[in-house]
């Protein structure tokens, strides 16, 4: 009975596994590291595909710069638009296939036909399971984070490895399938992936407008800024672009209003300090990369207005790489201050520093507002 039992789970799994046979390998030449993980698997993508493009052009076409504050009892902020893939592909024209949430059969079998097509696709994954940026292990629960990319390039089904490509290396690396399908499955609370994917698709020629392209991002740009406030069922209140930056301050002088136990304050103010300069961000809360697609455009544009955006953005840049030191240095010395008072001039000071990050990105905001109305 007992082997009657074996032989009819080997039938079932190797009937199940048919296809999963042999390799499907993709030729790359070249691998370009990254900061921003989404905006370099689009590079790598392109790159492969005969498109010479680079991340900050990828980031500043697709409208990337933003901002966003959620009120809870760890309070968080964000700095990277949602739509940067959609805004980049509608502003450039570049056919894609949208993102994908499929069940995972049937995104493995699409997965499949592309890759024999000739077309790497870029998998949203939970970087805890990606086990080579962990010396071989997982990461903790608390490296969790859903919105992370990476490129797949090929499969090996005799050693079950996938080839993939991720925005901190120039080499192709190999995960196990198993470990990607817990990457591309986590059902994390940070961000969880839903199995996303997304391809873009093959096309004899390209060619680009810059100044069409520089104003459609600026647009873009502008609506991040101008995004309404959104509170959601459970009383999550999150406020978006310029509102948010404008009462950054505020929030930051009366942060206990949220955070209810001081033990959770110095990692609420290390996120802060992490979001702005570490997490797949070039630093200064994405400023950085976003000067450097101005930069970019203008040596092709020579606009003397978008000069004068570039040196307004360099000082929202000083600002902020300024607030998130004063975040980490909070996050470091808010432990050893027991009572409120005692708290309340780092809260104070970082205030400050808050209002005058709002000040020189509501010059920043408002100059590309007349930009587009001329």
């Known amino acids: 009975m007992r082997i009657l039992i074996l ?18 390998l993709l030729p790359v030449k ?3 590291s990254g900061y921003d993980s989404e905006c370099t698997a689009i590079v790598n993508a392109l790159n492969y595909l005969g498109y010479d493009v680079n991340e900050e052009f990828v980031f500043g076409v697709g409208g990337g710069l933003f901002f966003s504050f959620a ?5 968080f902020i964000a700095i990277k638009s949602d739509t940067i893939s959609e805004n980049f592909f509608k502003n450039t024209k570049i056919k894609w296939s949208g993102k994908k949430y499929e069940s995972n059969k049937k995104s493995w079998e699409i997965i499949k ?46 050693k079950r490895v996938a080839l993939i490509a991720d925005n901190n290396s120039t080499n192709l690396i190999e995960i196990s399938l198993n470990d990607l399908d817990k990457a591309r499955n986590s059902s994390t609370q940070a961000f969880p992936p839903y199995g ?11 060619s680009f407008s810059y100044r069409d ?23 999550l209140k999150v406020v978006y672009g310029i509102s948010a930056i404008k009462g950054l301050s505020k929030e930051i002088v009366e942060i206990e209003r ?5 033990i959770f304050l110095p990692g609420v103010f290390y996120s802060f300090y992490h979001y702005i300069e570490q997490l797949e961000t070039k630093g200064s809360a994405n400023r950085e990369i976003f000067k450097d697609y101005l930069i970019h455009m203008n040596a092709k544009l020579k606009d003397k207005d978008i000069e004068k955006m ?10 902020w790489k300024v607030l998130s030191e004063e975040f980490k240095n909070i996050s470091s010395n808010i432990k050893n201050y027991k009572e409120k008072y005692e708290r309340k001039p780092f809260y104070d000071r970082a205030g400050a520093i808050a209002d005058s990050v709002a000040t020189e990105e509501e010059k920043f905001y408002k100059m590309i507002k007349n930009y587009l109305e001329k």
Do not use: M, T
């Open 7 to 24: 032989l009819f789970l080997l039938v079932s799994c190797s009937s199940g596994r048919e296809d999963l046979k042999g390799k499907i």
């Open 30 to 32: 070249e691998i370009k």
């Open 71 to 75: 009120e809870s009892a760890f309070p």
């Open 113 to 158: 036909e592309k890759l024999k097509e000739g077309i790497p696709l870029i998998l949203r994954v939970d970087v805890r399971y990606l086990p080579y940026r962990y010396g071989g292990k997982y990461g903790g629960k608390l490296s969790s984070y859903g919105k992370h990319y990476i490129i797949l390039f090929g499969i090996d089904y005799e």
């Open 196 to 206: 996303e994917f997304f391809w873009i698709e093959k096309e004899d020629k390209l």
């Open 213 to 235: 392209l520089l104003l459609e991002s600026l647009k873009d740009v502008v609506k991040n800024y101008e995004k309404p406030v959104k509170k959601n069922l459970s009383d």
């Open 258 to 262: 949220l955070v209810n136990f001081d």
């Open 310 to 319: 570039i040196k307004q953005l360099s000082l929202c840049i000083d600002n």
